[in-house]
């Protein structure tokens, strides 16, 4: 059974400071990984899906990295911004229509 | 991209009450559909998938249900709510490309009183 851990729960940085979010996943075999955001009291936001076959994918000052052996995917969000402030989730798809989610990192930047 | 329209947006409702919270998708055709539960600081909960009309999938046992009576339209009923049926709603659609990207509505917050 697939399972998604995030770490940290909750990360607060100084605004225009580099960062980094860790995913990892038990089961290696899977179809692909996505990022969401979720600000309070909304809905998912996708942010940026890697397939199996992928390494990684930008877009804009995100960039996401999948490393299947390991059981790992980062996200990476450059010159962070207060805008920047929400939870980030990941989600595996393991096939079978099921997708599983991590609990989410809470990030605050400060202005 | 898939657009999802979740209502309504919020609902406060008496225990014992029934429950029709409704989706529609935009954008695609013949998508699966999700009901998804977040609770208050925990991880969403896959409550129900559907992957074609009147096709319906129930992960979790519970007072709730679903249907799928047309092909970018899925509700989820109950019949009589519970206090633990409080949550935010989520319905999410995945279809129409190779990726397999999940999209997901504004949300539907319930209050079960």
Redesign the interface.
């Known amino acids: 059974k697939q399972e998604v851990t995030q770490i940290p729960a909750a990360l607060s940085v100084p605004e225009g400071e580099n960062l980094v979010l860790n995913c990892s996943f038990t089961d290696s075999a899977i179809?692909?990984l996505?990022w969401?955001r979720q600000d309070p009291?909304?809905?998912?936001?996708?942010l940026l899906?890697i397939?199996s076959s992928q390494r990684e994918q930008t877009s804009g000052r995100l960039n996401a990295s999948l490393d299947k052996s390991s059981g790992r995917s980062t996200l990476y969000i450059a010159a962070s911004q207060p805008g920047d402030s929400a939870t980030y989730?990941c989600?595996s798809?393991t096939g079978g229509?099921?997708?599983i989610?991590?609990?989410?990192t809470r990030l605050f930047v400060k202005a | 991209s898939q657009t999802i329209h979740q209502w309504p947006a919020t609902l406060v409702q008496p225990v014992g009450s029934p429950l029709s919270l409704e989706c529609t998708v935009e954008g695609t055709s013949n998508p699966n559909l999700y009901w998804y539960r977040q609770a208050a600081g925990r991880g969403l909960q896959l409550l129900f998938y559907s992957v074609g009309i009147g096709q319906i999938s129930s992960e979790v046992p519970q007072n709730l249900s679903a249907s799928r009576p047309q092909d970018r339209q899925f509700i989820l009923s109950s019949k009589k709510l519970l206090l633990s049926d409080s949550g935010f709603y989520l319905c999410a659609c995945r279809g129409g490309a190779a990726t397999g990207e999940l999209f997901f509505g504004e949300g539907s917050r319930l209050t079960v009183l």
């Open positions: 179809y692909n996505q969401f009291g909304k809905g998912l936001t996708s899906l397939q989730l989600a798809d229509f099921k997708t989610f991590g609990a989410g």
